[in-house]
């Protein structure tokens, strides 16, 4: 399978970034060449293999969820730039439509 400009460009506008034409080609050919791992992937028999999230055969590495000690709202805000009733305050990312 091989990824068109056109995609590389709709791919780069979906995740907002601006690319050269050097970074277009380079991630074209990357995007290639997972797909094409992909593809073999897709090779292998993989009938009556049990899915699996983790392979190392441990269960739960999280820690206990135990109530701990946390900052203080004012400990939290003393050093941010913006803060407004208590909360960290920060521009706009959003583009009305």
């Known amino acids: 399978m091989h990824i ?3 995609e590389v460009e709709r791919i780069a506008k979906l995740a907002r970034l601006e690319l050269s034409e050097g ?9 290639d060449q997972i797909l094409a791992y992909v593809q073999k992937l897709k090779t292998f028999h993989t009938d ?3 899915a ?4 190392s055969g441990q269960s739960n ?3 206990a969820d135990d109530v701990q000690p946390s900052l ?4 939290a805000t003393a050093n941010a730039p913006d803060v407004q009733d208590q909360y960290f305050r920060v521009p706009r ?3 009305d439509s």
Do not use: C, D, P
């Open 48 to 50: 009556g293999v049990a």
């Open 72 to 75: 203080s709202v004012e400990e």
């Open 4 to 6: 068109t400009r056109e």
């Open 93 to 95: 990312i959003l583009q």
């Open 61 to 63: 590495v999280s820690r």
């Open 52 to 55: 699996t999230a983790t392979v």
């Open 23 to 31: 970074e277009k080609a380079a991630f074209g050919k990357q995007l």
